[in-house]
């Protein structure tokens, strides 16, 4: 038995890390958090300066039971959980929950898996950090009482399974009012002037500073430059640089994922956790931009190596967030000279991207030269410009330019390319010049990524946060990430070419989403709701204040308990304000208008199962209902809109003898037949799919259930054989069950079937888990 016990939080990072330590180490996992507060109400005893009562998880007792037996034989204990508040807290709980003593435990933190760091780790124990400790208690406790307070609220008052929280209430708040910024935006046109001209056989591309406001300005503009000369009046060089970014924080770190390999938060983080227990990157969560003097070193090898002296130039970053860890590191490689991280093909792409981001922040500034031409409009007084930019020495743009967030106004933005050489005087000839109408956008819908980088901004949440919230707003269905088709605008073009003007009307297809964050009716109206009656709790700038508060708890400065007191005692007075407020005087439903034909009122409002539109008032007998489809929202659907939805369910035609309906359901459009469902895809509407389109739906829908579907067995026919998207399961009523690699689904028997059945008591949870509607 090894004398020295260390627990770390992962198997993964357990493995690697007892490889380095060898045989007087024995590296175990307490596989994440051992403790937390439990269901109800008896967690926290707010009357005793909110002491809390911890209890082991049921999924952690066995974890646990086995911890004490090897605690029991070991001489010395390491807790090695990460270097975070959330690691602190695991390795105290651990002290607790194991009824560790002070002598014969250590607390040891690293930032990164590899043995230089683990030895380091060991040779410099420390205790625990109670004040990292508390900062994460006082995060958990104020987050349950926020959370276990607001939730009934919400059930009483709009509709019950809602839920509120610190984090995720300021996030879907963000997402809601840049939808309603966008519905009140109001494209205004204009006209931009665009040109071509050739010098010495070489085409180049010149603008218009100004753009024309109306389409007069711009028609009397071009036409006036039929019979002009163009000639250079003006060619300015000047030398310029660009910089690179600083190496990898968490946040940085998601939103250039997100933009170069189109991983969602999670997904990064996933990825990244897995790279890092592979000792493969440092630690992961970081705010930090610091590198340390080790990893510029090794930085600085790998450049001159591999690109040469000239490319090298060590940089020191430091975060412009208050509360960032300098002493922490950004996130990199822990060895700038390996290229090749993992088989797997995400891991290796993510990998690569650190890698030049780390890279590239040590490396020398690019060198420009950027050329303005004037261009002279003999019967005119404007100027046309041309800008071009050459590299004259490429710095770290050899391994990495940065992407942004930003989408440009104009489509067609003239770019900066290699100009053709050109004097001052010289004549120009004109190719052609194009007036072409363009719009301006409203602020885009967020991302992912682009959402982190706001509460990042706003100095809401921290590295660990980030990927959490945005998980949860989605999994709460207060927010839907999908891509949604533009539509078709009109606009207007002219053109002068070879002496001749004409004029032509275009469409373009505007509006269209890649994979954008939209709020759900249940989310306009909780936001509302959680603004009037709960200003605080959603306001950006409290919800920073509180975060600064836990960094001070953090750093010793302030009492957790004197925190969340200071919160609790105006925000429970404003619930118990809220529990007086009559439910029918809540702003939760909006009188559209009255029905044209028989004057009943028509309200849109939130349902048992979704949003909807009602004709008559709750009293009426004969009231109606109809969903609203995708995108359509209760505050500012019409009332044409609304009586189109009572169209629904339309009989389409009939196929086998059997009506063929289609509708709105609770999972979106669909179609019926014969007891069978069949969802529509986005581009077909459930008010214009024809009999042809929803009969090939049916069709296909068969085809691809015979497919899915392997055996059933005579004895019992619930117990199913079916193939999965992960591949062949067990379908047992509304449970699933993973069949073992060494079987093949066609070839098992009923007895065999039951075995692997009996030998999983619950249903595997994750990806073969039975997923909720």
């Not at 009046?233 to 000047?238: A, G, H, Q, T, V």
């Not at 592979?278 to 070193?297: C, F």
Request: aromatic content about 8%; proline content about 4%.
């Amino acid at each position: 038995m090894s004398k020295n016990l260390v627990i770390v939080e992962s198997p993964a990072k357990a493995k690697t890390i007892e490889g380095y330590l060898g045989k007087d180490y024995k590296v175990v996992s307490s596989y994440g958090h051992v403790r937390d507060l439990p269901k109800g109400d008896k967690a926290i005893d707010k009357a005793n300066r909110f002491a809390p009562t911890y209890e082991v998880t049921p999924d952690k007792k066995e974890v646990i039971k086995n911890l004490k037996k090897l605690v029991k034989d070991a001489e010395m204990v390491y807790l090695a959980s990460d270097d975070d508040r959330e690691g602190e807290a695991i390795s105290w709980h651990l002290k607790e929950v194991l009824k560790l003593k002070d002598a014969e435990t250590k607390r040891i933190v690293f930032r990164e898996i590899t043995k230089n760091a683990i030895i380091k780790a060991i040779e410099n124990p420390r205790g625990i950090d109670y004040d990292l400790v508390n900062a994460q208690q006082a995060r958990r406790i104020l987050d349950r009482l926020v959370g276990f307070e607001l939730s009934p609220i919400l059930w009483k008052k709009i509709k019950t399974g809602l839920s509120a929280g610190r984090v995720q209430s300021v996030a879907v708040r963000l997402i809601v009012e840049r939808e309603r910024e966008i519905e009140k935006h109001q494209a205004k046109s204009s006209f931009r002037i665009t040109a071509q001209f050739s010098a010495d056989g070489k085409a180049f591309k010149a603008e218009l500073p100004k753009k024309f406001e109306t389409k007069e300005e711009a028609e009397e503009f071009l036409k006036g430059c039929l019979q002009a000369e163009f000639s250079v009046e003006n060619l300015e060089k000047k030398p310029a640089k660009k910089t690179p970014a600083p190496p990898f924080t968490t946040s940085t770190m998601q939103q250039e994922a997100s933009r170069k390999l189109y991983f969602s938060v999670a997904q990064t983080m996933s990825v990244a956790q897995k790279l890092y227990e592979a000792g493969k990157i440092t630690y992961m969560r970081t705010d930090s931009v610091n590198l340390s003097n080790d990893a510029m070193n090794s930085a600085e090898k790998e450049i001159k190596s591999s690109y040469g002296d000239e490319y090298h130039k060590p940089r020191k970053y430091t975060s412009k967030s208050d509360s960032a860890q300098e002493a922490h590191e950004a996130i990199r490689p822990t060895d700038f000279s390996v290229m090749e991280a993992s088989g797997d093909r995400n891991e290796q792409r993510l990998y690569e991207l650190i890698w030049k981001r780390a890279i590239a922040s040590q490396m020398s500034d690019a060198q420009l030269e950027k050329t303005t031409v004037t261009i002279a409009i003999s019967n005119q007084d404007q100027n046309l410009v041309a800008q071009g930019e050459i590299i004259k020495f490429d710095g770290f743009l050899k391994v990495y330019l940065e992407d942004t967030d930003d989408e440009n106004e104009e489509d067609d933005k003239v770019e900066r390319g290699l100009l053709p050489p050109i004097t001052v005087g010289q004549t120009l000839n004109l190719i052609e010049m194009k007036g072409r109408e363009s719009f301006t956008r409203s602020a885009p819908r967020y991302t992912e990524a682009s959402l982190v980088k706001k509460l990042e901004e706003l100095g809401i949440g921290r590295p660990s946060t980030y990927a959490p919230t945005i998980s949860t707003i989605q999994r709460r269905e207060y927010v839907v990430k999908e891509s949604r088709d533009g539509k078709e605008r009109d606009y207007t073009e002219m053109v002068i070419a070879d002496g001749e003007f004409k004029e032509e009307k275009k469409t373009e297809i505007t509006g269209a989403e890649k994979q954008k964050l939209f709020p759900t009716n249940v989310a306009m109206v909780v936001n509302d709701f959680l603004v009037e009656h709960f200003p605080n709790v959603i306001d950006f700038s409290f919800t920073a204040r509180v975060e600064k508060e836990f960094d001070d708890i953090a750093h010793g400065g302030k009492v957790w308990q004197d925190m969340i007191d200071d919160f609790y005692g105006k925000f429970h007075h404003r619930v118990e304000e809220t529990e007086q407020v009559a439910r029918q005087d809540l702003n939760t439903s909006r009188l559209i208008g009255t029905h044209p034909e028989n004057g009943k009122p028509v309200t849109a409002r939130l349902g048992k199962f979704g949003p909807l539109v009602q004709i008559g008032d709750n009293e009426d007998e004969d009231k109606k209902f109809a969903s609203l489809k995708k995108g359509q929202f209760i505050e500012n659907i019409t009332m044409d809109e609304a009586l189109e939805l009572f169209k629904l369910p339309r009989d389409v035609g009939m196929f086998e003898d059997k009506k063929v309906v289609a509708a709105i359901g609770r999972f979106g459009p669909y179609v019926r037949h014969d007891g069978n469902f069949v969802s529509l895809p986005k581009e077909l509407d459930p008010l214009s799919v024809t009999e042809e389109e929803a009969i090939q739906l049916i069709k296909d829908k068969r085809e691809a259930d015979a497919k899915k579907h392997i055996k059933t067995f005579d004895e019992n026919p619930d117990i199913q054989l079916l193939n999965g998207r992960w591949g062949p399961y067990i379908k047992f009523g509304k449970n699933n069950y993973k069949i073992p690699k060494d079987k093949v689904a066609e070839d098992l028997t009923y007895a065999e079937t039951i075995e692997i059945i009996e030998n999983q008591p619950e249903p595997k949870k994750g990806r073969f888990a039975r997923k909720k509607k």
